[in-house]
């Protein structure tokens, strides 16, 4: 499923939506379209188990029951795991709201690198900063993406990072793992890593208080 | 899960890498210790184009229907891999079971257009298997071609062991049987494609023997083996209405060119255009019943869950109860957000008034084939569309609120002069006239006129398989008269001209009605490199004439010759039902411009009523 990219994964689930006979609301206008909007795209290359993706329905149908038909209708490796009621403003998205998100990062066989690479993560996690050059659409700029990185710990061979995520900061598993790989002098081959995404975290905390919390205990189940 | 033939760091530095990965929605999986045979289905083109097409998803569920079958899916793979694949030595793979294709018993390759020949070479070069018949021994599949192209395999019968000549619904199961029989008895290859070559359809080109007369042409076409018959029968579905059809087509994840249900609604024309292959060889023209019809669509949109219904068929208007399904459609999914599209309509106040529901008027364009520039042209061609109906339509259409028109014209055609060219022009002209005549204020801005020219290709079992073809610089000369003339035209602004690249329509020419003297050419322009000769980008003129040379085979011969009448074509051994003598009336009724009517409205004696079925047997009781 990873070599599927998003626009596609979204054209998965508005034929899957059709097929399960779920009653989505459609845009208004001369083409209109599924209203349904994704947290946070999934690279091509990335496996996940947390993922979300808003839709709006008009017949009222429980979690169990949606759950039911989606995955019925559904392809190995596309699983409905929950269907939750959320409300109904735009503060309530997925999209608006995701703000952090988990990795696990390990490396594809035959590509890890040669020596102790594990040793230096809680060195390189404890500085103030990390400067690292971040290209963007239109040029490459110095960036320290120390902020963003919330957690950065290693278990037996597999990397954990909690990372920001969202339209407001948003850090991607490779980068911070490629500028510590540089950091004890090792450079990365080419689709060194694999990454899987564990979770999408709202951030309900206050006066610059990070709480992060899952995007699916926001909502409730439809009983 | 499954393992995947490729892996990751390959399927991540390649375009599109969910074009061979499989697990799509409605795919099928079997065990395939519990089948006695492995099917390798596949069309020698991308993915996204292979994935479009109906016919291949009709077979894939009819095999699959059977349980001691496994039919999977093969495309081509795109350049980037092919490369890989090479470099690295790894073997083409077929998409269910991810399984190296020679592994299997059969491969089917569909032939849909001639351009994609050399990517029929790719296909077995990259599975391991031989390029020549000959040199194969059970320990590779049968390779068995079928598509409109098996109407005259000779110039790529050397790469297959077998060919199926015609509709695929109706022989398969018997050569299955065989093929069972065959590998249990522990008979040679050569045995089991002796008998095979007794099932009707089923053409063997390594039991044919060709000789040919001091100018080039075929002196005589036989049999080598016992029992092998001299001709080979189209074969048909007379029963559309029952006949296997796919309730559940397999759903690409990525976005496919047919994007979309298809609802094939009858196969065959009752028109009986005269440079027009698929309807002579799809005669007689049968229909599917509207109730069937209806669970199709049904079915179909609930099991792919597509966002679009299009109807199938070569002149969609001629369907009896056209408004039947049409208004069906309309009223079961229309409020459903599906779209609903009609292609191949006739443009009159029926067909406008059902798309200007289906469609937003102002952004869609209607399109007209009138195929060629003046009437005297029309009846050459016998294409029954006459200018007052064009401009009738069109004007019906203005009024109804569109101004985008397509017009599709070809160029090259036997009989053609320079008057029928400019005619192009006029008729183009006159349709913007229709629609300046509408008041200012009731009419949408400019109006949008398209005009497109193709150059003909002359092919078998068509009236004008005896025509004889032009020179790049002719071809390029005709769309220059055209261009030139829409120049000269008062509402030039209006009018857009396409056409098309003049080499390529040699080549699908030669291929078209080539012989097996062709194959040696193929296999030296891919040996030079030749590969997705459809797609501009990788079609390399150069090259094919460099093949020529090198094999010294003269492609005028092919190309610009006009045919005797006695001619032994390489496709006669063929039967259609169309008769030869039929084709030949046509072609002297041509040379008179005049015009044949169609099908229903008084039978001209074809042929194609000896399969006692379709329209023949219409109002017959």
């Known amino acids: ?223 | 899960m499954r393992k995947l033939a490729l892996d990751d760091t390959i399927l991540l530095s390649i375009e599109k890498p969910a074009r061979y990965i499989g697990n799509e929605v409605n795919a099928v999986m079997k065990d395939k210790d519990s089948v006695d045979i492995r099917f390798a289905m596949a069309f020698p083109d991308a993915y996204e184009i292979g994935m479009s097409h109906l016919g291949i998803q009709i077979l894939y569920d009819m095999f699959n229907r059977r349980p001691d079958v496994w039919c999977e899916r093969v495309y081509s793979p795109w350049v980037d891999l092919d490369r890989i694949m090479r470099e690295r030595n790894i073997p083409l793979f077929a998409l269910e079971s991810q399984d190296p294709v020679r592994e299997f018993d059969f491969l089917g390759i569909t032939l849909q257009y001639e351009m994609c020949y050399t990517n029929i070479l790719q296909l077995l070069d990259l599975s391991g298997i031989p390029l020549a018949a000959s040199e194969r021994g059970w320990e590779c599949p049968v390779v068995i071609g079928g598509g409109p192209c098996a109407y005259n395999p000779e110039p790529i019968a050397e790469f297959f062991d077998l060919f199926y000549i015609g509709e695929g619904e109706t022989v398969y199961d018997r050569l299955f049987d065989l093929y069972k029989a065959c590998r249990k008895e522990q008979t040679s290859r050569r045995e089991f494609l002796r008998r095979a070559a007794s099932i009707p359809g089923i053409y063997v080109p390594s039991l044919y023997e060709v000789t040919y007369l001091e100018d080039g042409t075929i002196g005589s076409f036989v049999p080598t083996a016992d029992g092998v018959p001299e001709t080979v029968e189209k074969q048909v579905e007379m029963n559309m209405t029952d006949a296997p059809y796919p309730e559940a087509p397999v759903v690409p994840f990525i976005k496919a060119t047919q994007d979309r249900v298809v609802l094939e609604i009858q196969r065959g024309c009752i028109r009986g255009c005269r440079f027009c292959q698929a309807g002579m060889i799809y005669r007689p023209t049968r229909e599917r019943s509207l109730d069937c019809l209806k669970e199709h669509a049904q079915n179909m949109l609930e099991s792919t869950g597509h966002e679009e219904i299009s109807l199938s068929s070569l002149s969609s208007s001629d369907y009896s109860d056209l408004a039947g399904i049409v208004n069906f459609l309309i009223e079961q999914f229309g409020n459903q957000n599906i779209n609903i599209s009609l292609p191949s309509l006739r443009i009159d106040a029926f067909s406008l008034d059902v798309m200007s529901k289906v469609q937003d008027v102002r952004k869609s364009s209607l399109t007209f084939g009138p195929e060629a520039g003046t009437q005297r042209m029309r009846d050459v061609i016998n294409k029954g569309l006459t200018e007052e109906v064009i401009l009738d339509g069109a004007d019906q259409a203005f009024h109804g609120g569109w101004n985008k028109v397509k017009l599709y014209f070809m160029l090259g055609l036997p009989l053609e002069e320079d008057d029928d060219r400019r005619g192009i022009a006029h008729l183009a002209e006159k349709i913007a006239c229709k629609y300046y005549e509408i008041p200012k204020d009731k009419r949408n801005g400019k109006c949008q006129i398209t005009v497109s020219t193709s150059f003909f290709v002359p092919k078998p079992f068509t009236p004008f398989q005896w025509a004889r073809m032009y020179t790049p610089g002719d071809y390029l000369g005709f769309a220059k008269t055209v261009n030139h003339e829409i120049k000269a035209m008062k509402n030039q602004k209006s009018i857009r001209y396409n056409w098309h690249q003049a080499d390529v329509t040699l080549l699908e020419g030669v291929f078209a009605r080539g012989d097996r003297r062709i194959s040696a050419v193929i296999r030296e322009a891919y040996r030079l490199g030749a590969l997705y000769d459809a797609w501009t980008e990788y079609w390399d003129y150069s090259r094919w004439l460099q093949a020529f040379e090198n094999t010294g085979v003269d492609m005028d011969f092919y190309t610009l010759r006009e045919r005797g009448e006695d001619e032994i074509f390489p496709w006669d051994f063929i039967r259609i039902g169309v008769t030869k003598a039929f084709l030949r009336r046509e072609w002297n009724r041509a040379q008179a411009s005049e015009v044949t009517p169609n099908c229903r409205a008084k039978c001209s004696g074809c042929g194609a009523a000896g399969y006692r079925g379709g329209v023949c047997i219409e109002n017959k009781g």
């Open chain 1, 1 to 223: 499923m990873k070599f599927i990219g998003h626009l596609d994964v979204m054209r998965y689930f508005q034929k899957a939506i059709r097929r399960a006979g779920i009653d989505i609301a459609y845009s208004e206008g001369m083409s209109p379209h599924m209203i349904m909007s994704f947290a946070s795209p999934l690279g091509v290359g990335l496996t996940s188990d947390g993922e979300y993706m808003d839709i709006e329905i008009h017949t009222p149908i429980t979690s169990a029951q949606a759950i039911e038909a989606l995955n019925r209708v559904g392809v190995e490796g596309i699983t409905v795991t929950q269907f939750r009621q959320i409300g109904e403003t735009k503060a309530d998205r997925g999209m608006t709201l995701v703000a952090a998100a988990d990795y696990e990062l390990t490396f594809r066989s035959g590509c890890k690198p040669k020596g102790d690479w594990q040793s230096g993560i809680s060195h390189f996690f404890a500085q103030k900063s990390i400067t690292v050059m971040r290209k963007t659409k239109r040029s490459e700029q110095e960036t320290d993406i120390r902020p963003m990185i919330y957690e950065m710990s290693v278990n037996a061979g597999t990397v954990f990072l909690k990372l920001a995520a969202g339209s407001a900061a948003n850090l991607k598993p490779e980068l911070v793992m490629d500028a510590y790989l540089a950091s004890i002098g090792v450079e990365a081959e080419p689709f060194a890593y694999e990454i899987h995404r564990c979770e999408l975290y709202a951030d309900t905390g206050s006066n610059g208080k990070r709480r992060l919390v899952p995007l699916g205990d926001l909502g409730t189940d439809i009983e």
